[in-house]
Nanobody, 128 residues
């Protein structure tokens, strides 16, 4: 089992930045791929970004490319999401997720069903 705890959300204005963190504990060797998803009220959960164990492979949703940066520190079992130039449409609950090596070979990173473990989410609200 892997436990994930997100932090760093908050209320900001358009154009501001936030840095989300996700701390993993437990069997962290199962967190081969770490991803961020978000869900706005009345909408489905959507992919934001993902990174593999080495950091050598990264993927972003088109809506956040050039504004968000995902990174991870394996020594600290933590993954980060640096969010710059925030827009009101970025308002959502942001979830951290972990995917095992096996599932990473089966599922597309952008598909939430392929992730084995999820955090409880952190709220990000961007005012205009």
């Amino acid at each position: 089992q892997v436990q994930l705890v997100e932090s760093g959300g908050g209320l900001v204005q358009a154009g501001d930045s936030l840095r989300l963190s996700c701390a993993a504990s437990g069997r962290t060797s199962n967190s081969y791929v770490m991803g961020w998803f978000r869900q706005a009220p009345g909408k489905e959960r959507e992919f934001v970004a993902a990174i593999n164990w080495s950091g050598g492979k990264i993927d972003y949703a088109d809506s956040v490319k050039g504004r968000f940066t995902i990174s991870r520190d394996n020594a600290k079992n933590t993954v980060f999401l640096q969010m710059n130039s925030l827009k009101p449409e970025d308002t959502a609950v942001y979830y951290c997720a972990a995917q095992t090596l096996g599932n990473s070979m089966t599922y597309d990173w952008e598909t939430s069903v392929g992730y084995d473990y999820w955090g409880q989410g952190t709220q990000v609200t961007v005012s205009s």
